[in-house]
């Protein structure tokens, strides 16, 4: 899946780029940084790879085992344009630490559900305390960094996200392979628990937070943003990003796991490594869109993305497998290009303008992983990749119709002093 949407380190919020320079963070402020980024996606699709193995757990179809991805990324949708504004209010190192806590709690609780009922309503529980990591760890990044640090630092980030992402569907498919999926939560839950020591003891507390006055003074912009046509077409975007990643790697577990292939857990569970190609894209992908443009990079990325998905429609696994890969490269651009325009068209409130994007990237997902059971179920896999590359096409269309058409434009839109609210 795609790391957490941010500002992409291509383009830095106007009120970091302004700010006088600030004291460095030592080097395990950094991991525990990383840390942070893994701890958001270790648990948020860790249901994916396990479906198969959940099916004849609690003897349930296809749609009502996706809901174990939906209700999860549902409730990060809901809780996404909020998060930053309590970020805002209350400190980020405090939501952060109180977060993964929560994340950590509601993971190790999940294993004692006994029904799948039980199994969705922890799930739920664990999608509401996620979008406190990441909108406090990136506000804490463009707070105590200096500019010139922050792009690196971000990236750091970035990979944490996208290696959690990978690390807890492994785990969870390995320890369900070995033990059962109990086992998995549990493991996962330890882990994340482990990482919010480090990130107590690592992270050091906030030099450059303000707090805002009120809550209602953080979520004012929220009206302003669903007023702008070039935001709006911008969370159109996300939503159609996350619901490719995720409808193209939910049922193509069910795919991989049936005949010809037949794939066990631990199989399904390596799969996921093509996600770690997110650690060396991301970097370069800022870089060629500050060359030629985001929207052509936007362009070449949904390209690969399609051509990718279409791969995986061969009877060979080997295709298939350079297929997914290619596919996720071009979403990781995608996504990237995607969250850089974010804080461009948001001339005020820039913080709530993430959150809304956020909230359209995981409704997107949640959409992703359940709307698609009904073409699963008369079009088979098919029918997924003809709705994926469906959806990719419809982006690409908003993206020229909305996305300035030179690089220029945007960068000096981003450099254009204006009054900035808290960044999340």
Do not use: K
């Amino acid at each position: 899946m795609p790391a957490t949407p941010t500002v992409s380190p291509s383009v830095a919020p106007p009120a970091v780029l302004m700010r006088p320079p600030a004291a460095t963070p030592s080097w395990r402020a950094r991991v525990a940084v990383v840390a942070a980024g893994m701890s958001a996606f270790f648990t948020m699709y860790v249901t994916q790879g396990l479906l198969p193995s959940l099916q004849s757990v609690f003897h349930a179809g296809v749609a009502e085992l996706s809901l174990t991805i939906t209700f999860t990324t549902l409730a990060v949708a809901l809780a996404a344009p909020f998060s930053g504004s309590v970020s805002d209010r209350f400190g980020r190192r405090r939501v952060l630490l109180l977060s993964v806590g929560a994340l950590a709690l509601t993971t190790l609780l999940a294993a004692t559900a006994h029904s799948l009922h039980g199994l969705l309503l922890w799930r739920l529980l664990q999608g509401l305390c996620i979008p406190g990591i990441f909108t406090a760890t990136v506000a804490y990044i463009g707070e105590e960094w200096p500019p010139g640090q922050i792009p690196s630092v971000t990236a750091l980030y970035i990979s944490g996200s996208v290696a959690g992402g990978f690390l807890g569907r492994f785990i969870a498919g390995l320890a369900t392979a070995r033990w059962d999926w109990q086992s998995a939560f549990v493991l996962l839950g330890l882990i994340n628990a482990g990482i919010a020591v480090v990130i107590a003891a690592w992270l050091p507390a906030s030099t450059r937070f303000r707090p805002s006055t009120s809550l209602r003074e953080s979520l004012a912009g929220l009206p302003l943003h669903l007023r702008n046509p070039l935001l709006l077409g911008s969370y159109a975007i996300g939503f159609g990003i996350l619901f490719s990643q995720v409808c193209s790697f939910t049922y193509v577990s069910f795919h991989l796991a049936a005949a010809p292939y037949g794939l066990d857990l631990r199989q399904l569970s390596l799969l996921f490594t093509v996600y770690l190609v997110g650690m060396l894209v991301t970097p370069p992908a800022g870089r060629l869109a500050w060359r030629f443009g985001q929207r052509r990079v936007f362009f070449a990325a949904v390209a690969c993305s399609v051509l990718g998905i279409a791969l995986t429609l061969a009877s060979s696994l080997v295709l298939i497998v350079i297929g997914l890969t290619l596919s996720s490269v071009g979403v990781f651009i995608a996504q990237s290009m995607a969250t850089s325009q974010v804080p461009v068209f948001a001339r005020q409130a820039r913080s709530s303008a993430v959150g809304l994007y956020v909230m359209c990237y995981y409704i997107g997902g949640s959409v992703g992983a359940f709307a698609p059971s009904v073409v699963w179920l008369h079009a088979g896999w098919p029918g997924c990749v003809a709705l994926v590359i469906l959806v990719q096409l419809l982006i690409a269309v908003a993206a020229l119709r909305i996305w300035p058409a030179r690089a220029e434009s945007a960068q000096q839109a981003v450099h254009q002093p204006q009054p900035q609210p808290q960044q999340a």
